[in-house]
């Protein structure tokens, strides 16, 4: 993986003395080992154990004033959207890493290579079909396809599998069934179109995408020779690195929650396709967990079933969490790229899914 | 960020985690059937932390390669494109929601986000509603007595007392109505109904005071100015102020 090794050459031998390899036990784990170089921003003098135990101590002393400033009425609504994403999010996170964290240190490169039909082109559908039978939340599934990229597998696929995991799974069809028991169309119709742009995504990538728009950081623990210790490496690694994107887009999203108020909604609802076009964005905006957008989108009854339509097949590929976290594991040149084109992509399929089926 | 202080930041989440699954704090944010993947992703954080210090703090095998330089250039992999690095600084952020749980501990969402948010019902999930249940008055839920007014006119109801808890919100002219939050996930999906009330409407009470009301099926219907939605009225015959109960939503 070209990608891989680019990164990896990175910041190595020329501030690693390749002899001080074995010589720095993990007693090193102070990270002021001589030779690391002195420009850190928090210092090497000051390791962050300690600036974490100050901030710490500087919290719980300053508990008060801060619950005081908390205590108007928005503040404290922020608080609990921002804490509820997070607390609904984390059971799906950690499975997603540690699901992940198998994939990278334990099954073996060759057996991607037997599992997907060699043709990139046929893999990708056969991803799609593995994203529908794995439940799962966006948060789980960035991380995973950050492994499967890493082991080997063709991006493509591993996107085609990013975007069909998290939109087409049997919780989600189900609870999509319950909040539309009026309209069975409706499950049809999501499963189908998500499955398409999936599949579109994918091979899109093979005619369009650039191996080094994707740079996945250098993460030599998982080469390690103890297969427990890479395990645990990984998932400790993607639960700091996933989960702090996951912070900022629950931020985010607990904002818009906040701030856009539901009358300009209601404005929005009267006009066929203004109605398609917000909901697409509120559906990257608010950053549902794509188990529950179907029960929000049933409440916004005041738009079309299309519109509707739209905003669960845009929500669980485009949103605000899933941006920040693509980011994070893919880099950001990709991300830029590929969330606009997904979006572009989602509410194209879904229209006309839409204009067929509804 | 280096690898202890992630472990000590894991061990955190994980104990906030545990913390609020344990006793009844993750009812304000989740369903109640989140809890046992809560209290499993709050023990693997923990063990994840209890590993991570683990192999730090062993010694390593002389021969045991590639491990090291890991740690000892822990944080300066981002020399290149400043994203790139090995071990995460983002991953600072999630002090944010461990001081979220176990500082502020936010309450559940009340008449702030019921006023910002219009009544939702969706459509009848059947065309008949079974009957009420025993007792006088029946015990219904403000969701339950919404929609059987509302999409049932009443009919279900018919002259029976009915008993709900709810809190106060401020509706349309600034009269007092019930209201009560509902969850399909989390609290970011929070979505309010609300009811009118008339007869005699509980006074002087501040906003999200809870309150168990009892009285009949009102055909009187209003409108919410926030999403233009229907809202039915509850004819209240009396009314008490009532402890927030344990699950606010429902």
Known sequence: MSADTDAASVGGPEDRPAGGVGLATSGASRPESPGAGPRRWLGDRIGSVEVLAALL?????????LAAALDTPRVQTWTTVFVSIM??????????????????????????????????????????????????????????????????????AALAFLLAAPAVNPIVLTATAVAFPNNPGMVLARGLASLVVAMVMGWLWLRLGRTEWIRMPRRPELDDASRGRAFWGAVRHDVTHAGGFLVLGAMAAACINVLVPQRWLQTLADNPALSILALALLAVLLSLCSEADAFVAASLSQFSLTSRLVFLVVGPMVDLKLIAMQAGVFGRRFAFRFAPATFVVALSVAVVAGAVLL | MNRQAQAVVLLLLGGAVLRASITDLYLRYVKEGLRPFLIAAGLLLVVAAIMTLWYELRPTRPGAPAHDDGVGHGHDGDDGSGHDHHEPRVGWLLILPVLGLLLVAPPALGSYAAEQTGTTLSAPRQSDYPPLPDGDPARVTVLDYAARALFDRGVSLGDRRVLLTGFIATGADNEPILARMVLSCCAADGRPVKLGLTGDVPAGLPNDSWVEVIGRYSDRIGRDPVNEAEIPYLEVESWRQVPAPKNQYD
């Open chain 1, 57 to 65: 101590i500087l919290l719980i002393i300053f508990r008060e004033p």
């Open chain 1, 87 to 156: 607390v609904q999010a984390v059971p799906f996170l950690i499975f997603g890493v540690l699901l992940s964290a198998v994939i990278a240190v334990f099954v073996p490169r060759s057996f991607w290579a037997r599992a997907l039909p060699r043709h990139p082109a046929l893999a990708v559908p056969a991803a799609s079909a593995a994203g529908v039978v794995l439940p799962g939340c966006e948060c789980g599934s960035v991380p995973i396809a950050g492994s499967l990229i890493r082991r080997g597998v063709t991006p493509a």
